[in-house]
């Protein structure tokens, strides 16, 4: 019995450092607001979910392997806090849809497999910070563009890689099926390349991205800076498709401008404006501004009030926080939300 216990406590001894060496996190946003708004003949009240960020749980983690290697994970699932409701769906089963990853880590950066976020959804150079009620993200989503922070720069089947070197960060990913409804499946993987340079006051960057189809790729790219004076912060992008919805010959651009002006020490007011137009459809385009004010209540409490206003072009009624209908088509939409955000 005794040489057992001094077995036993020699075997805890050597596997201790192991333990010590490798961590998870739980980490998560908890985003919701009560929203009053409409589009065209729909009106909307209610609690929205993710005005400025979008509602997950996460588990993360990393064990040192030593030499300076780490393998990592991440595993991350969306919900919408008004119903506790998975999202987004994918494919019939939402089980951690936001992100699912496996990587190494080291000096070089970090190398990752699995469902994750291409270049574009870094993109980030607008006043709202890549808000979901912010005319960067409602115009890119909702007009087909994969360089925008939401589902579509997910990419299922990924090879990626991030490296952070004084003040350049570097992004690469390739997907192998990235559009599961393509029947031809030698001929629907995407790519892309992302690129960003923060020094004191000054940011810039650009992406590129490119989804394969049997029929036509569609190519993208975009380049975004930004400024910070002090006084107020500068923020503006271009971005540009060609073979938008993989159709021969369709193109659509989208600009986006703003400032963050400080208010006291945990305030900020947040003004952005954007403009989207599709050259082969005609007048399919919109016009997007927000308009909002966040305060820090904490290091991760932030309570906000936002209102963004989109207004639909002749033809199309897509565009918009609140959806519309098919008899809406040119109508705007518009919604006020007032809020909480806590992170955790």
Not at 197 to 223: F, H, K, M, R, T
């Amino acid at each position: 019995m005794q040489k057992k216990l001094i077995a036993l406590a020699i075997a805890g001894l050597v596997s201790a450092p192991a333990f010590a060496q490798s961590n998870v996190t739980i980490y998560g946003v908890a985003d919701a607001a009560v929203g009053f708004g409409g589009h065209g003949d729909n009106d909307y009240s209610g609690i929205v979910n993710g005005v400025l960020s979008g509602t997950r749980i996460g588990f993360k983690g990393a064990e040192d392997l030593g030499n300076g290697l780490k393998a990592v994970f991440t595993l991350e699932q969306g919900f919408d806090i008004g119903n506790g409701v998975s999202l987004p769906g994918v494919g019939g089963d939402s089980t951690f849809s936001r992100q699912a990853l496996v990587g190494l880590s080291g000096s070089f950066g970090t190398v990752s497999l699995g469902r994750q976020y291409a270049p574009g959804y870094f993109f980030g150079y607008d006043a709202v910070a890549s808000a979901p009620v912010g005319p960067q993200s409602i115009l890119s989503v909702n007009g087909g563009m994969s360089i925008t922070p939401n589902s579509a720069a997910r990419w299922d089947n990924s090879v990626a890689y991030t490296g952070s070197f004084s003040g350049l960060t570097a992004r690469a990913i390739y997907s192998m099926k990235a559009v599961e409804t393509d029947p031809n499946p030698n001929d629907d993987d995407a790519y892309g390349l992302g690129l960003d340079y923060a020094n004191g006051p000054l940011s810039v960057g650009g992406v590129y991205q490119v989804i394969q189809n049997n029929v036509e790729d569609q190519e993208e790219w975009g380049v975004g800076a930004g400024y910070d004076f002090g006084v107020v912060k500068v923020l503006g992008s271009y971005q540009a498709v060609d073979g938008i919805g993989f159709a021969n010959g369709a193109e659509a651009d989208l600009w986006q401008v703003g400032v963050v002006v400080p208010v006291g020490k945990a305030g900020n007011v947040h003004l952005a404006y954007g403009e989207y137009d599709r050259d082969d459809l005609n007048n399919a385009g919109a016009e997007s501004y927000t308009l909002a004010y966040t305060h820090a209540l904490s290091k991760r409490t932030t309570a906000y009030v936002a209102y963004n206003n989109t207004e639909n072009e002749s033809g199309t009624n897509r565009f918009g926080v609140v959806a519309g209908t098919a008899g809406d088509l040119g109508d705007d939409s518009d919604i006020l939300t007032v809020g909480i955000r806590h992170t955790f």
